[in-house]
Nanobody, 117 residues
Framework: QVHLVESGGGLVQAGGSLTLSCVAS????????MGWHRQPPGKQRELVAQ???????YYGDFVAGRFTISRDNAKSTVYLRMSSLKPEDTADYYC???????????WGQGTQVTVSS
């Protein structure tokens, strides 16, 4: 069972930066494809970014170079560095994981990010 715990959310002004962290436990971290999803108020969840065990990354189109996903396998941690934040980035951000050979997604409890204008 993969257990994910996010931290780092909060309130930030537009144009500011924030870094989210997610610690995974219960499995071999290197076997996981890690990601971040978000759910803005009243909207559906969407994929923000993903990083696989080979450090290949994928970003949603709306990221437009503003966010960076990274992982530290020694710490079983994935990060999402968010810069140039906009009010529309306000959302609950969820850490996700799936095994590199395919599996259902595991989800963290979420952390709230609010960007004020």
């Amino acid at each position: 069972q993969v257990h994910l715990v996010e931290s780092g959310g909060g309130l930030v002004q537009a144009g500011g930066s924030l870094t989210l962290s997610c610690v995974a436990s219960g499995t071999i971290f290197g076997d996981l494809i890690m990601g971040w999803h978000r759910q803005p108020p009243g909207k559906q969840r969407e994929l923000v970014a993903q990083i696989d065990s080979g450090y290949a990354t994928y970003y949603g189109d709306f990221v437009a170079g503003r966010f960076t996903i990274s992982r530290d396998n020694a710490k079983s941690t994935v990060y999402l560095r968010m810069s140039s934040l906009k009010p529309e980035d306000t959302a609950d951000y969820y850490c996700t994981a799936q095994y590199r050979w395919g599996s259902d997604d595991f989800w963290g409890q979420g952390t709230q990010v609010t960007v004020s204008s």
